[in-house]
């Protein structure tokens, strides 16, 4: 049986929210309510000191153990999981400008949807203040009549599927070095691009139902908020 780890004490609220998240998950596919996964994550930057040896056929790419660093940059990434849409952007850091910015261009990239319903995290810059601040009050109270916001619970970012989706652009797309946030930009469009083109979707299983099996207990304890 696949055990869920949950690090921290599960509370009603958990419960509640948990519930609320995996109810979005099951509706059916409405283009006037789309639901969307987003998530962030750092990405260092990291060049050679040597060239690496130039690929042939049949053989592995050759590299210097020896590296340089060059800072590093965030990636923001949002994918409907029921169509395989996704969206990712790179930015030189990852506050409050960032999180409006990516906000505004989810809009934009829904021209049709009355509301978009978006799962996320509870990171500070996560916040309706985070777009008034950049944008003010007027075009974030523009962007906000488009989105929902639907927080997964304290320690239950395992239920966000877009955490899934960057674990796939981790491994297809940045295990290799990427000296520059340029170089970085290509290869990620590229991806996004592909990945599009070949509408992968997410086939989520763990259900309200599959929840309160797991977590039978916490339903029947007295639990505080």
Request: aromatic share 12%.
């Amino acid at each position: 049986m696949k055990r869920y780890w949950v690090i921290g004490k599960i509370t009603s609220r958990f419960i509640a929210k948990m519930e609320q998240i995996l109810w979005l998950y099951a509706l059916s596919y409405d283009p006037l309510y789309p639901v969307i996964c987003f998530d962030e994550r750092p990405c260092f930057l990291i060049g050679d000191v040597v060239e690496p040896l130039a690929m042939q056929c049949g053989q592995v790419r050759k590299e210097h153990y020896a590296y340089t660093k060059h800072g590093s940059c965030a990636l923001l990434a949002a994918i409907e999981p029921l169509t395989g849409n996704r969206l990712a952007h790179v930015q030189p850091r990852r506050t409050k400008r960032e999180f409006a910015l990516f906000c505004q261009a989810l809009a934009m990239a829904y021209p049709e949807a009355i509301k978009i319903r978006l799962v996320l995290d509870n990171l500070n810059t996560h916040h309706y203040h985070s777009l008034v601040e950049y944008f003010g009050k007027v075009e974030a109270d523009r962007i906000m009549n488009r989105l929902c916001f639907h927080f997964t619970p304290p320690h239950g970012s395992w239920l966000n599927m877009a955490e899934i989706e960057i674990g796939v652009m981790a491994e297809q797309c940045l295990k290799r070095r990427l000296a520059d946030e340029w170089i970085l930009q290509q290869e990620l469009i590229a991806w996004e691009e592909a990945r599009n083109n070949e509408k992968r979707t997410i086939h989520w299983t763990f259900t309200v139902d599959k929840a309160r099996e797991v977590f039978a207990k916490y339903y029947t304890a007295n639990l505080t908020c």
